[in-house]
C-alpha cells in the first residue's frame, strides 16, 4: 500500500473484522485490485468491483483501477459506501428468489398493488399472484405486509437501534466516525 486517506482507514478496519485478510489488507481489496490489473491486460471481462458487508452492518461497494501501465501491477482501490439499489437486489437474493420474484418483490416494497405490478412487468394479475405465493413462501411469510415487515425488521432496524439516520432516499445516510 503506498498511501490511504482517513475514511479509508475507517473503512478498511470494517472490512478486517469482517473478512479474512491477507497481508495487510482485507481479502477482497486484494482481490479486487488483481481483478483490476486482469481486466486492463484483458484476462478477465468483467469489472474490478465488489459489494461486501462490514463488521459495523453496512455495505460498501469496493472499486479497482489499474494506475498507469498495466505491466507495473499498480492498482487504486476506492471504497464507498453502498448504496439502496445496490444493495436491494443482494436483499431479496438472499432469499433464493428467482429474477422474476425479486422484480415483483422490489414493486412491493415500492407499495404497488397486484394490478400496478402487473402493469409494470406485463405480466397477469394471476401471474403476479402466483408470484407472490412463490415468494412468501421462500421468504417465510404469508402476506404482503410480513414480507415488508420482515425486510424492515431484519435489514432496516439493527442499523436503526445503532443510531444510523435514514436520508431522503429511504436508505442510511454515511456516518463519521
Do not use: C
Amino acid at each position: 500500500m503506498e498511501a490511504i486517506t482517513p475514511p479509508a482507514e475507517r473503512w478498511l478496519s470494517l472490512l478486517i473484522s469482517a473478512a479474512p485478510a491477507t497481508g495487510d489488507l482485507p481479502a477482497v481489496v486484494n482481490s479486487v485490485a488483481y481483478r483490476a490489473l486482469l481486466t486492463a491486460r484483458g484476462g478477465s471481462p468483467e469489472g474490478a468491483r465488489a459489494r461486501v458487508p462490514t463488521s459495523g452492518g453496512t455495505w460498501l461497494i469496493v472499486h479497482g483501477s489499474v494506475v498507469g501501465d498495466p505491466a507495473e501491477g499498480r492498482t487504486a482501490v476506492i471504497l464507498e459506501a453502498a448504496r439502496s439499489p445496490e444493495i436491494a437486489p443482494l436483499i431479496v437474493a438472499a432469499y433464493g428468489l428467482t429474477t422474476r420474484e425479486r422484480e415483483v418483490t422490489q414493486l412491493v416494497l415500492h407499495g404497488l398493488s397486484t394490478a400496478e405490478i402487473a402493469a409494470r412487468l406485463y405480466l397477469s394479475e394471476y401471474t403476479v399472484q402466483d408470484h407472490l405465493k412463490a415468494i412468501f413462501e421462500k421468504v417465510g411469510v404469508s402476506s404482503r405486509r410480513e414480507l415488508v415487515a420482515r425486510i424492515f425488521f431484519q435489514h432496516y432496524v439493527p442499523r436503526l437501534e445503532k443510531g444510523a439516520q435514514i436520508g431522503a432516499t429511504g436508505w442510511f445516510l454515511e456516518t463519521k466516525s
